[in-house]
C-alpha cells in the first residue's frame, strides 16, 4: 500500500514538473503579485478552492500553513479531512524555497526530494486577507483566505482575473470549509 502511495507521488510530481522554469506554448508568461512581505504571509490560509492535484481530491477543512524558519526557507504544513470534515486528517510537511527574493512571489515547493514544483503568488489583497497562487503550467491553482469563507462576488472576481490569466476556471472546485 505505501508503495503504491510513494509512486503515485512520486509520479504526479514528475509530471507536474515537466515544465517546471518553461511556459506552455501559446500561453502568455503567468506575472506575479509585485512584492510580498513575508512576515505578513506566513501563517494560516484556509483552502478556498482550487485545480486539485491528486492528494487533494474530496479534501475538506484545508489548511495551508506557513512559518519562516532562520534559513529564509517556509516551513510548510498542509492538513484537511478526506471526504468530509469529519473524514481522516491528512497532513504533509512540503518546503518552500523563495526564487525570486526581490518580489518574495516565487517560490519552489518542494514535497518529495529531489523534486520542486514553482509556485506563483499571482493575486495578493493589499491587507493580506486572501491569495491566489498558480503554477507556470495552469495545471493547479489555489485560491485562499485568512477565513474559512469568501464573499460570493470577490470570489467572482477572483476566478474572472484567473480566466483572463489563461486558467481552465472550469476545473476550479470550491472546498468544504465547515468549523464548529
Excluded at 481530491?57 to 478526506?82: D, G, H, M, P, V
Excluded at 460570493?152 to 470550491?174: H, Q, T
Aim: charged share 25%; proline share 3%; hydrophobic share 40%.
Amino acid at each position: 500500500m505505501f508503495f503504491k502511495f510513494f509512486i503515485s507521488i512520486l509520479l504526479s510530481i514528475a509530471l507536474t514538473n515537466c515544465n517546471n522554469g518553461s511556459e506552455l506554448e501559446g500561453t502568455e508568461k503567468m506575472k506575479t503579485v509585485e512584492y510580498v512581505d513575508l512576515e505578513r504571509y506566513m501563517g494560516d490560509w484556509y483552502v478556498i478552492a482550487n485545480i486539485p492535484t491528486f492528494l487533494e481530491k474530496n479534501a475538506t477543512n484545508a489548511i495551508e500553513s506557513y512559518r519562516l524558519n532562520s534559513k529564509n526557507e517556509i516551513e510548510t504544513t498542509f492538513s484537511f479531512y478526506k471526504n468530509s470534515p469529519d473524514g481522516e486528517k491528512k497532513e504533509f510537511y512540503p518546503k518552500g524555497f523563495i526564487v525570486n527574493t526581490e518580489t518574495n512571489a516565487e517560490w519552489k515547493m518542494q514535497f518529495l526530494w529531489p523534486f520542486k514544483m514553482t509556485s506563483l503568488i499571482i493575486d495578493l489583497a493589499d491587507d493580506y486577507s486572501h491569495t491566489v497562487i498558480g503554477v507556470p503550467n495552469r495545471k493547479y491553482v489555489w485560491i485562499m483566505a485568512r477565513k474559512p469563507t469568501i464573499s460570493d462576488d470577490l470570489y467572482k472576481e477572483i476566478l474572472n482575473k484567473l480566466k483572463i490569466g489563461g486558467y481552465d476556471v472550469s476545473k476550479i472546485k470550491k472546498l468544504v470549509q465547515s468549523w464548529d
